[in-house]
């Protein structure tokens, strides 16, 4: 009787410990650690990863911040969207963007305006160049008189050749490929060896003449 008496004790008093315990871990700190820890983690999730500064061709520019990695294509977006007249031909829409960037969405008009000067500028160059092209030709190709006003026949162009009588254009231009493959003239005898410039010519032509 005794044993069974001191059992129902031993088992109440066990029973009673559980219950002590249990009460202290609800009020003591094991409940407020973990209440802690649960705080710690939520602002981790509300960590701001990166901002960005968007311009140009959207409906709402400005600042935008990001709680995660973003491309430039989320920041258009954000910022509403693109204009009418926004152009991103030239942009990679899928690049990922970095903390404190800046994106700049050109508009079709300067774009153009951009196009239009580029052409202008490369047309001025061409125009250049061959305004250069032909003041060397020119340089070329003048008549350098002789005293007496005879022409030189190894530096004079095709229209001052021209005014030799019988030479025509194509005499003339014969008498230029022919200084120009072969040399120049040592002698004004040698203007016969152009086909086309026979005696009868030379006689005509050979006082107005000279290679000198």
């Known amino acids: 009787m005794k044993e069974n008496i001191k059992k129902g004790l031993l088992f109440f008093i066990i029973f009673l410990f559980f219950i002590c315990f249990a009460l202290f871990v609800r009020n003591t700190g094991f409940t407020k650690a973990a209440d802690k820890e649960v705080f710690s983690i939520v602002p981790e999730e509300n960590y701001l990863k990166l901002g ?19 491309r430039v294509i989320d920041v258009i ?23 404190g960037s ?6 079709k008009t300067q774009t153009q305006s951009s196009q239009v000067a580029e052409a202008y ?12 092209t032909a003041l060397q030709e020119n340089a070329a190709q003048s008549p350098q008189n002789a005293p ?19 030479i025509g254009e194509k005499t003339a ?4 490929d022919y200084r120009n493959q072969k040399g120049k003239f040592t002698s004004i005898e040698d203007i016969k060896k152009v086909k086309g410039i026979g005696d009868k010519k030379f006689e005509e032509i050979k006082d107005k003449i000279t290679v000198n």
Do not use: C, R, W
């Open 77 to 99: 977006e954000k910022a509403g969207g693109l204009t009418e007249d926004a152009d991103v031909d030239s942009l990679n829409l899928a690049a990922y963007v970095k903390d």
């Open 173 to 176: 231009q014969a008498i230029i």
């Open 52 to 70: 960005v500064h968007i311009k140009g061709g959207v409906k709402n520019p400005g600042y935008y911040e990001f709680t995660h990695d973003a």
């Open 148 to 166: 007496g006003g005879k022409i030189n026949i190894n530096t004079a162009g095709k229209s001052e050749l021209m005014k030799l009588k019988g």
């Open 102 to 107: 800046e994106i700049y969405i050109p508009k």
């Open 121 to 132: 500028a490369e047309e001025k160059v061409y125009e250049t160049a061959a305004q250069n």
